[in-house]
């Protein structure tokens, strides 16, 4: 019987569980390690590569294809520009691959896009400089950039939604916690590499070659990464819901249905992503750029500051998966709105100060006030919209913020600095994006425990009521 069966016969109550969830909510599924173990393996190789650019963009690009910006800063910002396409590309990707995962699949759909990605890192590896290309250096890097984003686009809301959608019921927030976690891995063996690198190789060397070598590195990960995603499942429920609507013959449904279907669990998504996403970048981009422009802090040092703050980022994320679980997912995702608009108050007099020890400590906990907000998004998402459309909801939401948030993040705080001379703009600026977060948590109703069955049916019920209405008028 379907789900559109059991509400219409009312054997299904809207919005409860079918029976044995409750049973089965206490224990995960089995197989679900190897899900997420996959999921996350996937999603270290996506990370690593995206997040490479990020690192080189603030050490590296703004010399190599922009040395006639006029200034360091200048340079800079040019290369956080190339940076910021690939976030301009992310919510392209979200809704070409947001209707492939729905129509076909989570996993054919990530393994197209860990293919696309990787290829374009590698390239970009092999670009050459301004100095032999001219122009068409920084041309093909935006263009290879903007592949990267779009790539990257549709693997999150796949990477995620592979473990939401198997986990159980009581514990979701914990399981889908797990694929977040595989990002500052991801991002940790980015900045492990360069910091290898630029401690290994004179200044000029590091410059010229060194920083390719962790493109290339890519290509093996890349290869690794593909293995282990061939050996995924779907998800049940997504499997009987397209076999449903297979036998229905249900008209397949697009990213702008779920807008005009589900528009506020689209903008709940952008409000809750905004203050994350800006505060992200904010801490790993454009904390290299204030140490290394003001300060002239050493590259390696600063590249180790971010390694140890990566690695207990890592660790964080999952306990705080664990406690949006236990406590719900508001609480915990407005404490952190609140806490990280108090960040940058106490991060960058710590950063003046110079002293290795305090610039881990800020940005450690920088982090950690993040993984507040970040760790129970893939649960709150998933269990905002209906399998059918999941994929596309989820990759909507997500991705398109990135375009006013972290895509811009960088950049913004780098014109702050360059026009006032001070962190304190810079300040001001998190706090804005914390208090629209935090406002979007207080309008959002708490789903800890649902099920993703239940959602369906709600759907499924709301689906039916405005057929009878049609028919009726």
């Given amino acids: 019987m379907s789900v559109n069966d059991r509400v219409r016969t009312g054997t299904t109550t809207v919005g409860s569980p079918r029976p044995g969830d409750a049973a089965d909510a206490d224990r995960a599924p089995r197989g679900l390690k190897r899900v997420v173990a996959a999921s996350m393996v996937g999603t270290v190789v996506e990370w690593y590569e995206f997040f490479l650019y990020a690192t080189a963009a ?17 340079g800079i910002i040019a290369a956080f520009l190339t940076y910021a396409v690939g976030f301009v590309a992310r919510p392209l990707g979200g809704i070409v691959f947001g209707q492939i995962g729905d129509r076909f699949g989570r996993k054919q759909t990530l393994q197209v896009t860990i293919i696309m990605i990787g290829a374009a890192t590698f390239l970009i590896g092999c670009l050459p400089g301004f100095d032999t ?59 492990l590499v360069l910091l290898a690198m630029s401690a290994l190789l004179p200044a000029e060397q590091f410059l010229g070659w060194g920083w390719r070598v962790a493109f290339w590195i890519s290509a093996l990960i890349v290869l690794v990464g593909y293995y282990i995603r061939t050996h995924v499942t779907e998800s049940p429920i997504f499997v009987e819901t397209r076999a449903e609507m297979e036998a229905t013959r249900t008209a397949r449904l697009g990213v702008f249905e779920v807008v005009r279907r589900y528009p506020r669990g689209v903008l ?24 290394v422009t003001v300060h002239k802090y050493n590259t390696s040092q600063l590249l180790l500051a971010l390694l140890i703050a990566h690695a207990v980022h890592f660790a964080v994320i999952p306990q705080v998966g664990r406690l949006a679980d236990r406590i719900g997912r508001k609480p915990v995702y407005f404490a952190g709105a609140v806490l990280g608009a108090t960040w ?59 375009i006013v948030a972290g895509s811009l993040a960088p950049i913004i705080a780098s014109a702050l600095l360059q026009r006032f001379g001070s962190w304190l ?12 977060t935090a406002i979007t948590v207080l309008t959002i109703r708490e789903t800890r425990g649902i099920s993703l069955r239940s959602v369906d049916a709600a759907d499924a019920a709301r689906e039916t009521a405005t057929a009878t209405a049609r028919v009726r008028s």
């Fill in 58 to 74: 603030s050490l590296v690009f703004g010399t190599v294809f922009f040395p006639n910006a006029g200034s360091q800063l200048d």
């Fill in 133 to 191: 290309a001219g122009y068409w250096a920084p041309a093909l890097l935006v263009a290879l950039r903007f592949i990267q984003g779009f790539a990257l686009g549709g693997e999150w809301g796949g990477a995620v939604l592979l473990v939401a959608e198997q986990s159980p019921d009581r514990s979701r927030a914990f399981w889908a916690s797990w694929p977040q976690a595989a990002v500052p891995v991801g991002n940790l063996l980015a900045t």
């Fill in 268 to 291: 709940a998504a952008m409000g809750l992503r905004f203050a994350e996403n800006i505060l992200y970048y904010i801490i790993v981009s454009f904390s290299i750029v204030y140490l």
């Fill in 344 to 402: 940058a108050f106490f991060a960058f007099p710590m950063f003046d100060t110079l002293n290795p020890v305090l610039i881990v400590a800020a940005v450690t906990i920088g982090l950690c006030f993040h993984a507040l907000m970040y760790a129970g998004q893939p649960a709150i998402m998933a269990e905002m919209f209906p399998t059918r459309m999941r994929y596309s909801g989820v990759s909507l939401g997500y991705q398109v913020t990135s």
């Fill in 425 to 436: 703009p810079v300040a001001f600026y998190i706090v804005i994006a914390c208090v629209i």
